[in-house]
């Protein structure tokens, strides 16, 4: 196994986290994108609530359409309105429509060691536009030109776009609108800029074909991208056969890229595994992981909100090789594993 | 009625365009973008062909993935193999993928009068990367900076698209790549920067809430695309209520940008409208078609490739504000009608 899990996952739990508000419970806290903030260890949670409400009833909290100053409204339906059809623990349907059961705001978490974290009282960003009115979700954050710059899923009733925002300090974050329409998720910055452009992977979500793919795009400025280019797909048969999609901030090693993704299958199982792609044409695919690097195992990653579950939106990578990969277990917890870029690469050789 | 059909329609269907090789046959001659060149109007024709069959077999005309060097290749299956399953005169799927029946290229016609067109011999565009695997269809001409900007859909097995070309001339083209990845269509890049980016309204695809509305998005230089911002969704009910996307190049105007856009109902009934929209934050919609400036109503209209169509890639604008807006037809041939600014502004008063 090239990954150990840390004895003392889970790290954190919707147990250790205030909600942003009384009537409110937390149910998740996981997918959290992680930074060196000077001396400490930071990780920007995905924190989804939900209110309080009876058993006979399914609620969506969201913001309102027509007046997003007013914050968080909560919409209730009765499980046996006939315009209601309930999906899964994530997902009902009212009147012909998706809402979501839970809206997801990022709060941090801050800890010297990495593995001992003191979670804010208060959230660091809450949903607060017009695309953000089901929740921002999935935060991954790259240090980039002296700033941190975050990406994290903005969800409406238009779908699932992405968005950016920088901070300095984690204290106060300025958002700079859409960079991918919806439906784009897992997006992961690039470091460094490559061949003088920004880069990323991307992952449309398109309702043509039904692809889940993930992609490469570039930018002058972080803000606008284009150049879009195919990756690599899903795997028929494979551990990744559903979907893929880009979690950590690639790894520049000096075999090329080095991107922890997730991918999924037809059961929804949800695993980590690596790709590497060329330095300087990043969406060229050196290798691929054939097994998955992590897989659902543990009772905390098998069983939760939505079970059977790895996923990451962020790693830590040390001067010295080693790699601490954040990751959330069954959408509910947030834990991490810790590796080698030298294992990780050793793994891609067949 | 603010707008008459030339009488003269169709103007041009699949039997006066010569197959680009032998062994196909031209099946729609249709969505043209248009220009002035010169003295002469052009239209940009999306030329859908298809390999002669039997009745007992279903093709799918392709670049070779492997080797598109190769040009086109033909994928023949029977009707009754097992793992075909016909969809609609458009696709199939064969062992679980979505083909296309017919591959479209993209090829000039050229007219002294705007109704009596010369179709050229060959291609101006045939497919030929990977990202056109299916084809090029729909393309959009927009003259900016002295240039002609052609955007048009490229489909392959990852979705649909949206590429860019450049071209002086219509002779040769050079192709800048993908500037929205899949699913996304119906792309019309503003004449003019707006706010000083480029400007267009695309039309991503999503499937997490199956959303196909028509958005805003900026650029520094036509190639990076961002600063997304929803602009107009369906309208359950209306006309427009499954999908809506942007045709006709907007046209600036007093009261705004003036946009001829397509919507499609529940029956796949595709009409025209107009949508008029905010000359410094064109995102923001002053107002819209109540009912189509242009609904399938001709036999021409009603019945062909994919009937009940009504649908535009372009109109020219003359300085007394006469429109002529080219459009295809049930998916098969080319037509026009006529109109001016002031009677498609006179629609949107309500």
């Keep these: 196994m090239p990954i150990q899990r840390f004895p003392e996952n889970p790290l954190m739990g919707p147990s250790d986290v205030k909600p942003s508000r009384p009537d409110f419970e937390v149910v998740c806290a996981f997918n959290a994108g992680c930074a060196r903030l000077g001396s400490e260890i930071v990780l ?4 989804a609530e939900r209110p309080a409400h009876g058993p006979d009833e399914l609620v969506a ?21 006939p315009d209601c059809e309930a999906i899964d623990s994530r997902m009902f349907k009212y009147k012909g429509r998706l809402y979501l059961t839970s809206i997801s705001h990022l709060r941090l978490a801050r800890s010297a060691n990495g593995k001992n974290f003191v979670i804010d009282e208060v959230p660091a960003m809450l949903p607060e536009v017009h695309d953000e009115e089901f929740g ?15 990406n994290y899923s903005a969800v409406s009733r238009h779908g699932v776009a992405t968005a950016l925002a920088v901070t300095d300090d984690f204290r106060t974050f300025e958002r ?25 992977f991307h992952r449309p979500m398109g309702a043509a074909f039904g692809q889940q793919d993930i992609w490469f795009a570039s930018s ?11 990756v690599c797909g899903c795997r028929p048969g494979q551990w990744d056969s559903l979907k893929v999609g880009a979690g950590a901030v690639p790894i520049k090693t000096e075999s090329g890229w080095l ?3 997730h991918g999924a299958d037809h059961r ?3 695993c980590l595994g690596c790709l590497l792609t060329d330095l300087e044409e990043p969406h060229r695919v050196i290798a691929r992981s054939n097994e998955p690097i992590l897989a659902p195992q543990m009772d905390y990653e098998r069983e939760g909100f939505f079970g059977d579950v790895v996923f990451t939106c962020g790693a830590l990578v040390e001067t010295d090789g080693r790699v601490v990969i954040y990751y959330g277990s069954s959408d509910e917890h947030t834990c991490a594993a810790e590796t080698t870029v030298q294992e990780l690469l050793a793994t891609l050789e067949s």
């Design 44 to 47: 920007l949670l995905r924190v």
């Design 61 to 81: 909290p969201l913001l309102a359409p027509d007046d997003v100053s007013r914050g968080l409204q909560v919409l209730r339906v009765r499980k046996d309105d």
């Design 136 to 150: 921002i979700e999935d935060p991954r954050i790259t240090p980039i030109d002296g700033k941190f710059t975050i």
């Design 176 to 200: 700079r609108g859409l960079i991918f329409a919806p439906d784009n998720r897992d997006v992961s910055l690039f470091p460094e800029k490559v061949g003088g452009h920004y880069a990323c």
């Design 220 to 230: 002058p400025d972080l803000l606008h991208w284009g150049e879009h280019r195919f």
């Design 259 to 261: 991107a922890i993704y």
């Design 268 to 270: 929804h199982r949800y």
